[in-house]
């Protein structure tokens, strides 16, 4: 209960602190909702706007006015269009979702065969062969992938032609349109985890009780995915998890590249449009999400294996 | 640092240093591939220093005879970019800039992210709950978030007093910087964490040593590998987070060239004139490729499991 | 066997060096870019057979709008102004001679001296709530439009609307008013829309009600705009076939300006449209089995200029302003930047606004003269000439910045380039405080449409030039109650502007729309009443004729 309360209070000052830094920021940056909403409007109008949405008020009085209707569940409406954010984000978040979902489902899919596949043969030439590869995936800038698969892979050879659908409007449909986007995202993953499964493989293979089931004849598919997998995937667990929450920066890019309508577009139109109540209601979900995943991963931790709940702690 | 899908990179180190305290580091030799790698970031380090006084072309002088010319044409090795420049003198003078975010970035996170990340984990209790916060808010902001408005509120439009500005890349190497720091003061933290607990430590301080003196004599020495290991990672990851915000507008600021700008600006040449976007993109693999692997090389002399192979 | 006791040994060398042959094979294989020259005039319908109803197509747009679409309110720029057309209708229309015609408006009818005008109202026409087109609902739109964001400067000459009965709307305007059925059209930006609409400000700008060919299905912002076939729509065909023959018309912005180019390509039933050279190129590059293109002619293109502010140091000095022009060497940017694809431009006029002239006088490159300018400058300002190049982050503009930066770097000016997005970018021009801007501006040939833009003391008069010659010369203009009375003055409206280089004029942006083989249609039916082909103004096309070859 203790560990859950102390959770409960990090949440909630990771995310005042986080939109606070960002209200704080955008403060700092100087754009003026007023002009960039109504550009063409007389100075009456603009000051009308500013009393509507409560921008004249003290600057902590802004922020706290936020931070109340937030916590009583309402993210307030657009400035321009006068739209519920909660309807925006409502629309955008399972985009992104599914984005960030698919790139981590397809990059733990490689990842996992190779990790095991090279801590098994660890040393060999396919080891150095797969690492290489994997190295050299890594080392793709996303920006260039986007641009390479959208323009040669849709365009010029037609192989992915169909733009985002949603998934209750036709599954085959939807899954050819998020094919780029999710190769572009997961590529960089694919290595990152297949290392690290490698390296924590490489390390559980050493120890006494994978000796002792080869010793018993145990055949070494056996051994490798029944025995030594699950000890070996913690780590790779804990970072697929942690990726949830910050992969929103590497799917705002994605999801410009490919006009995909995520949060993370929704996220650079709030910065653009001067839209506090969004561009700070998304950021404390994004918070709230990477606070809660890290919490759930702790938990995980003590039911994968019980060993690490001390070492944990001490860390 | 969580662009353009590397974001797991810098964890990936943090994990593989969290899981333990590094055995002394195996005497092994540099394998062909780390000299190689070694070579090239010399090689473009060297080209990028001394871009002013190597026999290349003006890199903003335009020349209509050459605009949108390919490799080899028009008198030039790697042809013409669409405003007619030269594309090898400006990826010398692009790495000039892609370097200095980079080195100048890290650093500054290194610097930064490394002493909080000390003193929370050697002194631990509240100054480590409050460090530890800290780095996680700024983890939990989407990192494009800062670092675009970072550089839009230091380098500002007209409006509110444009002209004036700090250097693009001194803004730069500031915005990258503090998305760096919590990333950096993690694996420093965790770091010198397990090596506090080590007996050596221990017994320094049961000797009555001063704690200044116990960090910088004891812990830190055995923490810097891992800092320096993450550090290459780090380059390798901001020389491509400039390039995302170059997408937006907020790199390198045009005439100067960067890598990153390079493509961001020449994205819509790709059908036509794919080399304009091809031989940035492969400056960036080749120097991110190096990077990443020195890394991995001096992570790899430092863990004791693949040590033990 | 579990051989871990191999040596790490990493073939590095061998993966690096193929690696490399990749990518150089990749990089070397360049592209070629196809010549084409500019088209004379409108372009010219061609014959796609009979229209068929049914299907649907996808319009790729530059920008999404998101100031909605209300109409008084909106801030449409070209992709406002194509969904705008699709949901509403305006009471005129410009056809291909550029004249406007009355389009929902039955007639438009001035009195003696043009200050009284008559709207006639279609008997019969409902808006898509099934709620009739009358003199009231009209009334009330240009009532509106009075205290509408930015409608509130462009209509301040009128002065009363009165909805005089059923099918009549009576305006009267503070001056004389000849150019009012532009007005009435304003670029299509100026839709009617049903009161219900118009009653509910929370709604106005995302529950579009007009009394257009499609009727708002969903509006999804950043990702589409669904409409769907008007099924009452008030116009038929010349075989009296329902207008319009699609189901339904999609619209999608997809802004990365390549990244359109790719989803038209990949895409079924689709069309956009883009100004820029590069991705006109690779559109014909494709041939025209993949894509029929239609290129904006000359006569009233718009016009890419560089916004000087003539309130702030330097370029509140004349001498200022015409060392910059001279240093600006036009040809060399338009080869370069433009691949000598577009046409210079010494005015804001184009070949058929009365106005145009051969030679407005206007300085030309001269970079003696520019230099001898900037050194007295400088001797008379401390030393210095610095200004700031600002644009949008579109990689075009920042392709011509940096030529700008280039070229008047020859004649002793220090520029800086700074990006910015759209909205602040907007904040920028109206804050006053830029020297120059990156601008678009100015199409059409009723040259009193652009009085907004130039009248002393405008708020959207971005450069903030206050004269009173020119001011009189606008004011003369708009009252001329004929061409021959325009022309002249509009000819010193142009010498003016040549004299006291208040921009820097660059050159007629060409606009290229294109569609899909199977897509007919875009040109659009003849105007109702004979009023002529529609007119293709700057990107826009009429959608209710498009249609799809099965």
Redesign the interface.
């Known amino acids: 209960m203790r560990l859950i309360a102390r959770r409960l209070l990090q949440l909630v000052v990771v995310v005042i602190l986080a939109t606070f830094i960002v209200f704080a920021l955008q403060k700092a940056r100087g754009g003026d909702p007023a002009t960039a909403v109504i550009p063409f409007g007389s100075a009456q109008q603009r000051a009308q706007f500013n009393k509507d949405q409560h921008l004249s008020d003290p600057y902590f009085v802004q922020y706290g006015k936020w931070l109340g209707n937030f916590l009583q569940g309402d993210m307030g409406k657009t400035y321009n269009t006068n739209q519920d954010v909660s309807d925006l984000v409502k629309d955008a978040a399972p985009v992104s979702i599914q984005l960030i979902l698919y790139a981590q489902v397809l990059a733990l899919l490689i990842a996992i065969p190779a990790g095991v596949f090279t801590a098994y043969r660890a040393g060999t030439k396919t080891d150095a062969a797969i690492n290489a590869i994997a190295f050299g995936l890594l080392s793709i800038p996303a920006i260039v992938l986007a641009l390479v698969l959208s323009y040669y892979l849709s365009a010029k050879w037609k192989i992915f032609t169909t733009p985002y659908v949603p998934l209750g409007a036709g599954l085959s449909e939807h899954i050819q349109g998020m094919v780029l986007p999710v190769v572009t995202l997961a590529v960089g993953q694919i290595a990152v985890y297949m290392r690290l499964l490698r390296s924590d493989m490489i390390a559980t293979l050493q120890e006494d009780f994978i000796t002792m089931a080869k010793s018993k004849g145990i055949s070494n598919q056996r051994v490798l995915w029944r025995h030594a997998l699950r000890p070996s995937s913690l780590t790779l667990l804990t970072v697929a998890g942690l990726n949830f929450g910050t992969l929103i920066s590497g799917a705002i890019i994605v999801e410009v590249l490919f006009s995909l309508p995520g949060i993370g577009q929704l996220l650079a139109n709030a910065i653009v449009q001067v839209q506090y109540p969004m561009l700070q209601s998304i950021v404390a979900l994004i918070a709230i999400v990477y606070v809660v995943v890290n919490f759930l991963l702790d938990a995980l931790y003590v039911v994968i294996d019980p060993r690490i709940r001390h070492a944990r702690s001490a860390a | 640092m969580?662009?353009?899908?590397?974001?797991?990179?810098a964890?990936?180190e943090t994990?593989?240093w969290?899981?333990g305290p590094a055995g002394k580091a195996a005497k092994k030799r540099l394998?062909?591939?780390?000299w190689?790698?070694l070579g090239w970031i010399v090689l473009v380090a060297g080209s990028a220093l001394l871009a002013p006084i190597l026999p290349l072309k003006d890199p903003?002088?335009?020349n209509?005879d050459l605009?949108?010319q390919?490799?080899g044409k028009a008198g030039s090795i790697l042809?013409g970019d669409?405003?007619?420049r030269d594309m090898l003198s400006r990826l010398a003078f692009g790495a000039r800039s892609s370097l200095t975010v980079a080195v100048g970035s890290i650093l500054l996170g290194l610097v930064i992210g490394g002493a909080l990340g000390l003193i929370a984990g050697y002194y631990r209790g509240k100054i480590d709950t409050l460090i530890s916060?800290?780095f996680?808010?700024m983890?939990?902001?989407?990192?494009?978030?800062?670092a675009?408005?970072?550089v839009?509120?230091l380098?500002?439009?007209?409006?509110?007093g444009?002209?004036t500005h700090l250097n693009r890349l001194l803004v730069l190497v500031l915005a990258i910087g503090v998305v760096a720091t919590p990333l950096l003061g993690r694996i420093t933290r965790?770091s010198t964490?397990?090596w506090s607990?080590r007996e050596f430590v221990l017994a320094a301080r049961a000797q009555g040593s001063k704690n200044r003196r116990i960090v910088f004599r004891e812990v830190l020495p055995n923490v810097l590998p891992a800092m320096f290991s993450i550090a290459l990672l780090g380059m390798?990851i901001a020389i491509?987070a400039e390039?995302?915000l170059a997408?937006?507008?907020?790199g390198v600021?045009?005439?100067t060239p960067s890598w990153g700008n390079m493509?961001?600006?020449?994205?819509?040449?790709?059908?036509?004139?794919?080399?304009m976007?091809?031989?940035p993109?492969?400056m960036?693999?080749?120097t991110?490729?190096g990077l990443?692997?020195l890394g991995?090389v001096v992570r790899?002399r430092f863990?004791v499991?693949?040590g033990?192979? | 066997m579990l051989d871990s006791q191999r040596p790490v040994r990493r073939r590095w060398l061998r993966t690096l060096a193929v690696l490399t042959t990749l990518g150089i094979a990749v990089a070397a294989c360049g592209g070629s870019s196809t010549k084409t020259t500019t088209k004379k005039g409108q372009p010219q319908a061609q014959n796609e057979g009979k229209a068929t109803p049914g299907g649907s197509v996808t319009y790729l747009l530059e920008s999404e709008t998101t100031s909605g679409f209300c109409p008084p309110q909106g801030q449409w720029a070209i992709s406002g102004i194509m969904v705008g057309q699709a949901l509403y209708d305006t009471l005129t229309a410009p056809n291909a001679q550029g004249k406007y015609v009355p389009y929902l408006a039955k007639s438009v009818t001035p009195n003696a001296d043009f200050t009284t005008w008559t709207i006639g109202l279609r008997d019969g026409v409902k808006f898509q709530n099934g709620k009739p087109v009358d003199g009231a609902a009209v009334a009330q739109n240009i009532t509106a439009w009075t205290t509408g964001t930015l409608f509130q400067f462009v209509y301040k000459n009128i002065d009363t609307v009165t909805a005089t009965n059923p099918t009549t709307v009576t305006v009267t305007t503070k001056t004389p008013w000849p150019a009012f059925p532009g007005y009435l059209y304003l670029d299509g930006r100026a839709g009617i829309a049903a009161p219900a609409q118009l009653d509910n400000a929370d709604t106005c700008s995302t529950n579009m009600i007009g009394s257009g060919p499609f009727k708002l299905k969903e509006w999804k912002q950043n990702d589409h705009l669904t409409a769907t076939k008007n099924p009452n729509y008030w116009q038929k065909d010349k075989h009296g076939v329902q207008l319009p023959y699609l189901d339904q018309i999609t619209f999608r912005p997809v802004v990365e300006a390549a990244q359109r180019v790719n989803d038209f390509t990949a895409g079924q039933n689709t069309m956009m449209h883009t100004t820029s050279p590069q991705q006109q190129d690779q559109l014909k590059a494709l041939g025209s089995s993949q894509a029929k293109l239609y290129t904006e002619g000359d006569g009233r293109r718009e016009n890419r200029y560089y916004l000087l502010n003539a309130t702030t140091a330097p370029f509140d000095d004349l001498n200022a302003r015409k060392a910059f022009a001279m240093a600006v060497d036009r040809d060399a940017l338009i080869k370069i930047n433009l691949k000598g694809e577009v046409e210079k431009a010494d005015q804001p006029f184009d070949k058929d606004v009365p106005g145009y002239l051969k030679n407005p006088g206007f300085p030309q490159h001269n970079l003696a003269e520019a230099k001898k300018l900037v050194t007295a400058y400088k001797n008379a300002h401390g030393g210095q000439f610095k200004i700031l190049l600002e644009t949008t982050n579109d990689p075009g503009n920042i392709a011509e910045a940096q030529t700008l930066k280039q070229q008047v770097a020859q004649a002793g000016i220090s520029a800086d380039i700074q990006q910015e997005d759209q909205s602040s970018f907007i904040t920028t021009a109206l804050g006053g405080k830029f020297s120059v801007l990156l601008w678009r501006n100015h199409p059409g040939n009723t040259p009193d449409l652009q009085y907004v833009w130039w009248y002393t003391g405008s708020p959207v008069n971005f450069g903030k030039f206050n004269d009173p010659v020119l001011q009189k010369l606008l004011d003369d203009g708009r009252v001329a109650t004929t061409d021959a009375a325009r022309k002249p003055i509009y000819e010193q409206v142009n010498k003016r502007f040549a004299a006291q280089v208040y921009n820097l004029w660059g050159f007629y942006v060409r606009w290229v729309i294109a569609a899909k083989p199977n897509v007919n249609g875009a040109l659009g039916p003849p105007l109702p009443d004979n009023g002529g082909q529609p007119e293709y103004l700057y990107g826009r096309l009429p959608v209710v004729g498009l249609w799809v070859k099965q």
Do not use: C, H, W
């Open positions: 969580t662009f353009l899908g590397d974001s797991s990179a964890q990936v994990a593989l969290e899981a394998g062909v591939g780390a190689i790698a903003q002088a335009q209509v605009a949108r390919g490799i042809g669409s405003n007619g916060v800290l996680d808010t983890v939990s902001i989407p990192a494009l978030v800062i675009a408005t970072m839009v509120t380098s500002p439009a007209s409006t509110k444009g002209g965790a964490l397990a607990e390798a491509v390039a995302g997408l937006f507008g907020v600021n045009p005439p493509i961001a600006l020449e994205r819509g040449s790709l059908a036509q004139y794919p080399f976007v091809f031989e993109a492969a960036i693999f080749l991110v490729l990443n692997y991995d790899a863990d499991r693949e033990g192979l």
